[in-house]
Structures are given as C-alpha cells and as structure tokens.
C-alpha cells in the first residue's frame, strides 16, 4: 500500500528566506504526486504534480518539486517565501483504484509559519 | 463557475441522529471522492464514485453511505452519528481517473 511521509510538522522560516518542504512516498509504481496547499478554514488547492516526463515541476505561486525516483521523494521548493505563503502543505501520492478513479494518499501535512 | 461546493459550512450533531453532507460540482467531472480529515493527519477516502450510478468504498466508510444519482451531485449520508465521525469532510471531483482533483470547502461536524 502506498504512503506519504512529512517528516516536518512546523516550519518557521523568514519572508524572503527559500523554503524546502519533505516529502518522501512509498509506491510500487510510478507515482502520481501531488503537492496541495490548504489555507486556515480553507479547502486544499494544488500547487503543482508530477505525471511523468521532467522531473522539475512547475507549480502556482513561484513553488516548484523535484522527483528523485532513487530516493522515493518529491521535496518542494519555493526560493523566496512571502507572508501569504504561510499556511499548511500536503503532499499526496495517488494510485489508481479497482472500479477506477485515484486515490490519493496524504501526509500528514507541514504547517509554514513565515516571520515578518 | 463555482467549482465544488458543499453544504453545510458546519454542523453539530447528537450522538445517534443522521445527517447528509451535500456536494455539488459544475464542471462536469464524473470521478468524484469524499474525504475526511482529522486533526494533525492527511486525508482519508470514505467513498468514490466514477460515474452517476456507481459508487464503492474508500479506505474508511463504515458508518457512511452515498448516492451519486446524478454526474452534479454526490451527497455523503451518516445513519447514526457518533463522537469517531467529528472531522471536516471534504468533497473533491476530477475530470479524468488520474487527473488533478479539485476539493470543495469542507464541512466541519461535531458530534456530542
């Protein structure tokens, strides 16, 4: 079975300051990756995914991810961090369902503080 | 275009009673989820369905029941509410059975 693992709960990082948020998966095949950014009281909005082809991907916001298949990760970035950046990130993995339809799984989420 | 919408916003219950969790998306999109979150944890999938008239359970859906009688709708029902289904449960369609789901808002029930 597939999972996702976050290993920060908090971050704290300055505005202006780059960001690097960890994530690593566990999935037999290739993966579809997600990054989702949910906002207090919010819904989860997708920042960015990776199907297949470049391993750099592009997201909203000036975030961008890199898939490393050899280290079962898909880390994103962000060079500089603005004051609305703050909020919770999710990464997720999805994988096909029997009746059709995917999956996704999510980690547990890495809650971004930014200092003024 | 609304996107995914869900009502109610929020919601308490008492222990035993039943509620529907309604969720409506306008783009047309036939694969459909609910989700729920729990405090300090990702998301799990209660319930999915790819098309109106066909539905099949996620990784959580004791307790919990849909219908998908059309490609717009997709209400998530609780029979008898109990204190282990307090949680915010998100609504999320896609396009395609790979493609990029889109959530809705969430609901936040309470049960007591």
């Known amino acids: 079975a597939q999972s996702v693992t976050q290993p920060d709960i908090h971050i704290t990082v300055s505005e202006g300051a780059s960001l690097e948020l960890r994530c690593n998966y566990s999935?037999?095949?290739?993966?579809?990756l997600f990054w989702y950014v949910q906002s207090p009281g919010q819904g989860l909005q997708l920042l960015l995914k990776y199907f297949s082809g470049d391993t750099l991907v592009q997201g909203i916001k000036g975030f961008e991810a890199e898939f490393k298949r050899s280290q079962s990760s898909f880390n994103l970035r962000k060079p500089s961090v603005h004051w609305s950046d703050a909020a919770e990130y999710f990464c997720a993995v999805g994988a096909e369902l029997t009746g059709g339809g995917n999956k996704l799984t999510f980690g547990t989420g890495t809650q971004l503080k930014v200092e003024l | 275009n609304a996107g995914v919408t869900q009502t109610p916003k929020f919601r308490i219950l008492k222990i035993g009673q039943s509620m529907t969790l309604q969720c409506t998306q306008d783009m047309n999109h036939n694969y459909m989820y609910w989700y729920r979150q729990d405090p300090g944890m990702g998301l799990k999938l209660i319930y999915y369905?790819?098309?109106?008239?066909?539905?099949d359970k996620g990784e959580v859906p004791n307790g919990y029941n849909v219908s998908r009688s059309t490609t717009e709708d997709f209400p998530l029902r609780l029979e008898l509410a109990a204190p282990s289904q307090t949680s915010v449960y998100f609504c999320?369609?896609?396009?395609?059975?790979?493609?990029?789901?889109?959530f809705g808002p969430g609901t936040r029930l309470l049960v007591l």
């Open positions: 999935y037999g095949a290739t993966p579809y």
């Open positions: 369905s790819v098309g109106a008239g066909i539905t």
């Open positions: 999320a369609s896609s396009y395609t059975g790979s493609g990029t789901q889109y």
